[in-house]
């Protein structure tokens, strides 16, 4: 992956109020509803049915309909633009979470119910968040903020919104029961569309449908990545990373915290800790990202994995595993805005809706599929063998990103 030869220029000092702040304010209220979703309709199903099994057929439900909406997301970000497919994407999930509390209140709830619902309902999300980070480079620019530095907030937005989400939801079940958590987050979703469909204005030429979109269709948007070397690698490798990342917080962290250290606190601690290291991760990459090469950034962050993992698995002590999470934390933060900024760089800007939606697709499947995987290698080799295991896949892929 070679550094990208554009880089923006000196603007002037950026304003409060502009279009890539009510963006960023959107993205984050937006997916803080999708977290209260992500933990309220799990505990939903578990309650009413009490089957672990049926809990899962909604989990894989939801990744499904996201990774197809991400196929598609391109298309109808390019057919009615990304402003109008942001709002009307926060609106339409609003309404495919709505009928859940009502349901429940009228105790007519089934489990086809919530499969179906949350299939539509990611489906359709999916073409919000694509359209949102297509956003980000003509936001950035009307409010003269550099890219990194746009990209890292509007990532750090997204880390703040998985912070208050999940405890937010835990808080309004206790309180308030699945019902008030699911309507909170059609406020959550109606109030971003408000704020995207009146706020964020940018010149007509980034806010319109693309007028190229009968020469780009998915098999061209396909070829496009992947004959892009650097956007081959922005899809190749941290799908399968997720495979190994993406069970950390899931399973792996409390299964840690039982097995090594027998105290249910040190599991807020270690998962605060990843959460912190993602945020100072993409804080970093804002505040020095435009002059650090594309590439070292990209490696280190392969090389710094499978070395936390490994010392994770190898020196059972609290504050070194606090401070490798943090490591690993800040690492991945710093990634999501680094493969951001080099997509909106290589990628014309008709085409990068496609590009984003694509480039993405993969990752919410790939989440679950490592976490049963994970899961079943916990309970038949035991934690320390699985840490040892991921550490060996970790250092495999770092090494395929450094060759």
Not at 35 to 49: C, D, F, G, H, R
């Amino acid at each position: 992956m070679t550094d990208a030869a554009f880089r923006p220029t000196p603007f002037a000092s950026p304003r409060l109020l502009t279009p890539l702040t009510f963006l960023v304010l959107a993205n984050a209220v937006s997916l803080s509803g999708n977290v209260i979703t992500t933990v309220a309709i799990p505990w939903l199903v578990l309650t009413t049915t009490g089957s672990a099994a049926l809990t899962g057929i909604a989990v894989f439900a939801g990744a499904g309909g996201a990774a197809v909406g991400g196929l598609v997301a391109g298309r109808i970000v390019d057919a009615i633009g990304p402003i109008r497919t942001s709002w009307a994407a926060d609106l339409f999930s609003g309404l495919a979470v709505a009928p859940l509390p009502i349901l429940l209140a009228f105790d007519a709830l089934e489990i086809w119910h919530v499969v179906l619902l949350a299939v539509v309902g990611t489906l359709i999300d999916a073409a919000g968040s694509a359209s949102r980070q297509s956003l980000v480079p003509a936001a950035a620019e009307s409010g003269g903020f550099q890219r990194e530095r746009a990209n890292a907030t509007f990532t750090s937005a997204e880390h703040i919104g998985y912070l208050l989400g999940a405890p937010i939801a835990g808080l309004l079940i206790a309180a308030f029961g699945v019902g008030a958590a699911l309507w909170v987050t059609v406020a959550s979703f109606a109030f971003a569309a408000l704020v995207v469909g009146r706020f964020v204005r940018l010149p007509r030429s980034h806010a319109v449908a693309s007028t190229d979109t009968d020469s780009v269709g998915l098999r061209e948007t396909v070829a496009f990545i992947w004959g892009d070397p650097a956007l081959r690698a922005l899809v190749v490798f941290p799908t399968v990373a997720t495979l190994l990342v993406g069970p950390l917080a899931p399973i792996v962290l409390p299964v840690l915290a039982r097995h090594a250290f027998g105290d249910p606190v040190v599991l807020g601690l270690m998962v605060a800790s990843y959460g912190a290291g993602g945020l100072l991760g993409t804080a970093g990459f804002g505040a020095i990202g435009a002059r650090v090469p594309r590439r070292a950034l990209f490696i280190g962050v392969f090389v710094v994995w499978p070395s936390t993992y490994a010392a994770i698995a190898l020196v059972p002590s609290l504050p070194f595993t606090l401070a490798m999470l943090l490591t690993l934390g800040a690492a991945v933060g710093s990634l999501v805005p680094l493969m951001a900024t080099i997509r909106q760089e290589r990628a014309p800007e008709h085409v990068l809706p496609r590009v984003v939606g694509l480039s993405t697709a993969s990752i919410p499947v790939a989440g679950p599929i490592g976490v049963l995987f994970v899961g079943v290698l916990i309970d038949v080799l035991g934690l320390h063998q699985t840490l040892l295991l991921l550490t060996a896949g970790a250092a495999l892929i770092g090494t395929a990103v450094v060759v």
